[in-house]
């Protein structure tokens, strides 16, 4: 008997859904294993993520409150338990709790008027290069300042003239002590111009500012005189 059109159409209706069947039984046979294994392995490191994220959140919390009991420690005069919680978060695995801490191994040295263990100390950590720029930038600088007597103004220049640009986070710091080197050079009307960008700079430190009016004032009236006194020997 013949079929009619409808009977036609849900009969390859019939034949397509047994079909479609066969091919996911098919697909489901030759790699159904794999695909289960591949979903239970992307839950897997998901949760893997989710507890690393989870102890990683815990660690800080410990390191945090360890960095607060050194300096507990540091205020109450315990510099033996500080500096053991201190060396500690030196070799942490957070770059912050690491830089805070040599920093302040550095700071301590310093304190105890310890000039060399400082600039040491704060020499290592401009150097490593696992520590955030800012950080090492800012290491240098301390370094140049605790060591600063000794050092020949012309590498005092070469270390800081980079981070003594206006704009520059350290800009007050770094530009402070260049222009002091560059007096120590006879580079009178260099250092003038640096502490007049210094003065003129919001960004800067007020204390570093006050500093910087008063020098380029002086440097002025030292650069006029000698030019009145220029002007004299002429006529």
Partial sequence: MALTPQNNEAFLREVDEELRKDQALD???????????AIVGGLAVFAGFLIWQNQRHKSAEREGEQLQVAYDD?????????????????????????????????DIALRKQDLKGAARA???????????????????IRQTSAEFDTLKPDVVV?????????????????????????????????????????????????SIRQRAVQMAGVLEAGNAKNASGNEKAKQ
């Fill in 122 to 140: 704060f020499g290592a950590i401009a150097e490593d290069q696992s520590i955030a720029k800012p950080f090492r930038d800012l290491a240098l």
């Fill in 74 to 106: 540091l205020a109450a005069g315990k510099a033996d338990a500080s500096a053991k919680s201190l060396a500690q978060l030196a070799q942490s695995k957070s770059d912050g709790y690491r830089a805070v801490a040599r920093f302040t191994e550095a």
């Fill in 27 to 37: 697909f489901w046979r030759r790699y159904g294993k794999w695909l289960v294994a």
């Fill in 158 to 206: 070469s270390r800081l003239r980079g981070l003594a640009i206006a704009g520059n986070p350290y800009f007050g710091s770094a530009g402070e002590l260049v222009a002091i080197a560059y007096l120590k050079q006879g580079r009178r009307d260099l250092a003038g111009q640096l502490f007049g960008q210094i003065a003129a700079s919001e960004q800067v430190p007020p």
